[in-house]
Structure formats: C-alpha cells, structure tokens
C-alpha cells in the first residue's frame, strides 16, 4: 500500500520550520495549541522576513487555503500575541515575529519582576524593522515606573530613523 500524501504540503524552509517546532514547544507548557492555522500564519511572518499586516497575511493564507477570512487571521494574531510569539509594530500596522520568544524560553509569571520587553528600530526609508531587548533600557523604565508604583509586564518601544543600508544608499 502505498504511502498517503500529507494533507498540508511542506511549504516552509527548515529553518522556518524549526522556529515553528520551537513555538509549538512554547505553547504546550503554556498548555495551549499550536493549531495548523496559527502555525501556519506564524510561518508566514517568520518566512515574509518584514512586517506583514493583516491584510498581507490573509492575502497569503488565501493562497494557500482559499477560504480563510479577516476574522480569522486576526483572532490568529491576537493569540499569537499573547503568547509572546509575534509583536505589533502599531507605527505599521504590521506584524513581526518575536526573535526573543522564539529564540529562548520567555517569562511570563506576570507576579514577578519579568518584563517582555523589546525595542524596535524602524527604518522610515525601507520600512525594514530590526528588534531589539537592551537590558539597560529595560532597567531605566523599571526605575522610572517604580517611583510611581507601577509594574510593567510587557513594554514596547518603537524608534524611527533610518538603517544603516538606507543611510549607505
């Protein structure tokens, strides 16, 4: 008998593919599914390697099964923000993957001191996104917010400028 096809075909490189293994690992001990839907969206944005909005997605889950639609994609992000495994840049509209989350166990005991925190330089030439996790600023916003007796648990930070290849060209 012969061997029966997948019903998914493999549409991501290895690399890809081991980032998704990753976060399918994050999301069973936070006792949650990876579904094949939020795999997928998530692969796109790991593969589209820039922001992607809403609308970019859809158009690209579209292509691969016809009959997703808006509600869908974004009841999507909303749990894979959660989780920490993609990020909102609101100065794009757009949505990136959280190289942090994905490249180490993220702390998420909101009763600690952790804070998910990244920074993100935008390019306003190419719109290209870099992200960024400098302890120090983390320390300085921690200090300012103590004085006030407040707790961050999740800080975002987006920069404009221009990168270095914009800057070159």
Known sequence: MADRAPTVPHLFPAEVERLLD????LCGRRHVKLT????????LLLEAGAPLGAYDLLQRLQAVQ?????????RTLE???EFGLIHKIERLSAFVPCTHT?????????DSECVHASQFLIC???SGVTELEDPAIVAAIKAATKNVSFRPQHLTVEIEGV????AAG
């Open 79 to 81: 749990f894979l923000m």
């Open 124 to 126: 306003r030439v190419c």
């Open 102 to 110: 994905l490249g180490r166990a993220p702390c998420h005991d909101h």
């Open 22 to 25: 990753r976060a399918d690992a």
């Open 36 to 43: 094949a839907l939020r795999r997928q969206i998530l692969g």
């Open 163 to 166: 990168c270095a290849r914009c």
């Open 66 to 74: 016809g009959n997703a639609a808006p509600p869908t994609v974004y």
